[in-house]
T-cell receptor
Framework: QKEVEQNSGPLSVPEGAIASLNCTYSDRGSQSFFWYRQYSGKSPELIMFIYSNGDKEDGRFTAQLNKASQYVSLLIRDSQPSDSATYLCAVNGDTGGFKTIFGAGTRLFVKA | DVKVTQSSRYLVKRTGEKVFLECVQDMDHENMFWYRQDPGLGLRLIYFSYDVKMKEKGDIPEGYSVSREKKERFSLILESASTNQTSMYLC???????????FGPGTRLTVL
């Protein structure tokens, strides 16, 4: 059974701090990795994707991938109260992009 | 911007009724997906489609069927609704080979 594991949280950080969200996956053949943000009562929104080892930065967000350790992380710099949401890690193991496995999500709370 | 729309935001049905949930995307994406999301269980794939008239079972297809007669439209059918199908249903579309999924707003279905 392929799995994606996340700490459910809640992770609480003060405004302006760095929030670090982590995810591990079981399928060593996984090829693409995603982070989705889901506000309460809303649908998930894709915010980052990463396909190769290393870091990928987009504004205040940095995704980090370590395939050897089967570990993906999302850093949010200068956290804002509007970042308070559930963050879903997702991993895709097939080249067609069909079978994506989602983690259960980490709830992030940014205190003003 | 990718736009994925779903036919209803909220739906209340009775046990045994046939239920149709419709999803339309406007970005000419090849792949479309139906998920259900339940507290503590995360997102679970019901069915996906990679082309018109093509469909594949996901992880929890029992009690559901799908139809994709046009590229932009993917329908989920509950043949005989049961109370354990009360859930949030999310449709997503994805360009072929990317794994990046774009979600609709969701339909919260309650089966009484």
């Amino acid at each position: 059974q392929k799995e994606v594991e996340q700490n459910s949280g809640p992770l609480s950080v003060p405004e302006g701090a760095i929030a670090s969200l982590n995810c591990t996956y079981s399928d060593r053949g996984s090829q693409s990795f995603f982070w989705y943000r889901q506000y309460s009562g809303k649908s998930p929104e894709l915010i980052m994707f990463i396909y190769s080892n290393g870091d990928k930065e987009d504004g205040r967000f940095t995704a980090q991938l370590n395939k050897a350790s089967q570990y993906v992380s999302l850093l949010i710099r200068d956290s804002q109260p509007s970042d308070s949401a559930t963050y879903l890690c997702a991993v895709n193991g097939d080249t067609g992009g069909f079978k994506t496995i989602f983690g259960a999500g980490t709830r992030l709370f940014v205190k003003a | 911007d990718v736009k994925v729309t779903q036919s209803s935001r909220y739906l209340v049905k009775r046990t045994g009724e046939k239920v149709f949930l419709e999803c339309v995307q406007d970005m000419d994406h090849e792949n479309m997906f139906w998920y259900r999301q339940d507290p503590g269980l995360g997102l679970r794939l019901i069915y996906f489609s990679y082309d018109v008239k093509m469909k594949e079972k996901g992880d929890i297809p029992e009690g559901y069927s799908v139809s994709r007669e046009k590229k932009e439209r993917f329908s989920l059918i509950l043949e005989s609704a049961s109370t354990n199908q009360t859930s949030m249903y999310l449709c997503a579309s994805s360009p072929s080979g990317t794994g990046q999924q774009f979600f609709g707003p969701g339909t919260r279905l309650t089966v009484l």
